[in-house]
Each structure stands twice: as C-alpha cells, then as structure tokens.
C-alpha cells in the first residue's frame, strides 16, 4: 500500500468512527427524549389519579363530618389525609421527571429503611391491585359463553367425573 491509500484509509476510518458516534448520540438522544415524554406523561397521569383520589377522600371526609354517629377525629383524618394527597399532587406536578427521580434518590440515601419500606408498600398496593384486576378479569371472562374459563370448568368437571369412577387400587 502506498502512503496516500494508507492516508485515505486511515482518513475514511476516522469518518466512519465520527459517524458512528454522532449517529450513536443522535439515538441516545432520541432515547432520551422519548423517555422522558413519557415519565411527563406517567407523571400526568399519576397527577389525575392523585386528585381524584383526593377528591374522593374529601367527600368521603364530608360525608363523615355530616354523620352524627361518626366520631370527629374520623372525618378530621380522612380531610388530612386527602388535603395531603392533593398537596402530592400539586408537588407533582409542578416538577419535572428529572427533579422527581432526583428527589427520590435523595430520600433513599438519607431514609434507607423508610425508602425499602415504601417501596415494599408499593409493591404490595401494585400486587393487590393486580390481583384484582385479574379476578374481575376471570369474572368477566366467567359470564362470557365459550370463554375459556368455561371451558376450563368443564374441563375439570370430566376430570372430576373420572377420578371419582377410578376404583381405589388405581387403575
């Protein structure tokens, strides 16, 4: 090879490596951008379940004040408590995604035991909710004709009818 092909080599490499890498940050940005359009949107989200949540309470709370049989501290926990959900809410919103996870990092490495637990009480409320997803889902799914979930019964009835006609030796 002679010194100019050596040269346009090296030259044509080093473009190759500058594209690569600009095309590699032109992604990387990219990435960025969409995950943080949706953390805006979770967040957004998260936001409208907290108010209504809020709201909720409040009337709940309401509904407790105007009950005569219902002791005050009752009514009085349950205004505190959605006064406090829609102060979140209102936090929430007003931050960026970015400043949130920062936030939360921030309570993790000052409160380790109150953050484990948190996240363990998040885990837990996420599971329940699941769980009752899942069991209005296999209701649902219960009522539909030729749903699985009917089939899987007569299924199991025939399994039933069997065993109970298999004699006690076994086979």
């Not at 473009?15 to 990219?30: G, R, V, Y």
């Amino acid at each position: 090879m002679t010194a100019t092909t050596q040269s346009g080599a090296q030259n044509s490499d080093a473009d190759i490596k500058q594209e690569l890498k600009e095309n590699a940050n032109k992604i990387a940005d990219s990435a960025k951008k969409q995950a943080e359009g949706q953390a805006r949107s979770t967040r957004d989200q998260a936001v409208k379940a907290a108010q209504s949540t809020s709201s909720a309470i409040e009337t709940a709370a309401q509904d407790l004040r105007e009950d005569a049989d219902t002791p005050d501290w009752v009514a009085g926990m349950f205004g505190s408590v959605a006064k406090q959900i829609s102060q979140f809410a209102q936090q929430a919103d007003a931050k960026e995604p970015q400043d949130m996870l920062r936030t939360v990092q921030d309570f993790g490495r000052s409160n380790p035991t109150a953050f484990l637990a948190g996240a363990a009480a998040v885990g837990f409320a996420a599971g329940r909710v699941m769980r009752a997803g899942a069991e209005q889902h296999d209701a649902i799914g219960a009522v539909s004709p030729g749903s699985s979930a009917e089939h899987s019964r007569s299924n199991d009835a025939e399994t039933q009818n069997r065993s109970s006609h298999t004699p006690q030796g076994g086979f």
